[in-house]
């Protein structure tokens, strides 16, 4: 009976001692490592856009007449010299329409040669009055129109020649075939292109600027090229053409950078870098990861230095990179912002600040140096000194 008259009392005395405890004790949460960082201003940076070594004049080659292709001499990557024949057409027409204007510019000489001797003759009849003014007008007439005749089956011969040697394709400049467009046994129509020449002599970079970068670039604009044959080996060039249109398909502008190739020796067809300097800016940026968005509005994560708690701040945001994302408004550079994990957070939670090290770090610390920082990764948090 002892037995059962103390359990009771034992009971009676835990729950008073539940009664006494602090309610304010029981609910406080512990505070949980927090990977933060502070916002990195953007400063002058710079741009890097792929491209290719081309040639700065790559004309179109075709015929200028049309027909069937009976040969094609050369192929892509051949190096061809001026006045080499690249391709030919099948000449029979051609040879047939020559055949034509010489048999027309005979019998227009014979013509000629008939009314010349009539004149003449003509002449001297009008000289003793034999015959009337008006026949011998009649007589010259006849002469001036053959000569008029002759005259056209003259230029007539010529075109016809020239479109025999038209019938070969012919390089107008020593170069390297870039592109062939046409093969043997095609029917092409005159200025339809065959090949494209690169001609030799100057080289160009070839890019592709994307439209929110492309109002920022004027010609004559200096840049810096790296051949990927040779990489950290950075040579001097300036924009010197871009294009007013956008490409249809791509949405980007063409850019052609020009460079001394003498220095550089580029070939044709080499992939290279361009690097353009990016427009100066306070801007600050922060790590992608910082970022989060409720409700279409997007905001990060704020540890109070006083508290150590968090606070959560909308900000405005710019276009995304790869990494990091500017922030137009809503943060300042001595602000501490949760760098991961932003998704398991909530307003007032109490954190301990560490970085990536997972060391703690003192959130009255000033932020690093803007090129101290650009050496490392763009997201990783201030170190804390020793």
Same mark, same amino acid.
């Given at each position: ?342 998704? !398991? !957070? ?41």
């Amino acid at each position: 009976m002892l037995r059962y008259a103390v359990i009771p009392a034992l009971m009676a005395g835990l729950l008073g001692l539940q009664g006494c405890s602090d309610p304010d004790q029981e609910h406080q949460e512990a505070p949980r490592p927090a990977l933060v960082t502070q916002p990195l201003s953007s400063g002058a940076s710079q741009d890097v856009f792929p491209g290719e070594v081309r040639a700065r004049y790559e004309p179109e080659l075709g015929f200028r007449i049309g027909g069937k292709i009976s040969q094609r001499l050369v192929d892509v990557g051949d190096r061809v010299s001026e006045g080499a024949t690249l391709a030919r057409l099948d000449t029979d027409d051609v040879r047939l329409q020559l055949d034509a204007a010489r048999a027309q510019f005979a019998s227009a000489q014979a013509d000629h040669k008939l009314a010349k001797s009539e004149l003449e003759r003509y002449r001297e009849l009008q000289e003793r009055q034999v015959i009337s003014r008006s026949q011998f007008d009649a007589v010259e007439s006849r002469f001036d129109a053959s000569a008029a005749q002759l005259r056209q089956a003259g230029a007539n011969l010529k075109v016809a020649r020239n479109q025999a040697d038209y019938a070969a394709l012919k390089a107008p400049q020593a170069g390297v075939v870039a592109q062939r467009l046409a093969e043997a046994g095609q029917v092409v129509s005159p200025g339809q292109p065959v090949f494209v020449l690169a001609v030799d002599g100057d080289r160009e970079v070839r890019i592709d600027l994307p439209e929110q970068d492309v109002g920022r670039f004027t010609i004559g604009m200096p840049v810096a090229i790296e051949l990927w044959s040779r990489p950290g080996q950075l040579f001097t060039g300036k924009l010197r053409e871009l294009s007013p249109a956008a490409d249809p398909r791509s949405r980007t502008f063409e850019a052609r950078v020009a460079f001394d190739n003498d220095a550089v020796g580029a070939e044709l067809g080499q992939s290279a870098r361009v690097f353009a300097q990016a427009a100066t800016s306070e801007t600050l940026s922060i790590p992608l990861s910082a970022l989060t968005a409720e409700q279409e509005e997007t905001y990060v994560w704020v540890v109070d230095p006083a508290s150590a708690t968090l606070k959560k701040t909308p900000v405005e945001v710019g276009p995304y990179q790869e990494q990091v994302v500017p922030v137009l408004a809503g943060l300042r550079a001595s602000d501490w912002v949760v760098a991961a994990g932003t998704h !398991l !957070l909530r307003e007032g939670q109490p954190v301990i600040p560490v970085d990536r090290s997972n060391r703690q770090v003192e959130l009255t610390q000033v932020p690093m140096d803007v090129a101290t920082e650009a050496k490392r990764p763009v997201e990783a948090p201030a170190e804390q000194p020793e």
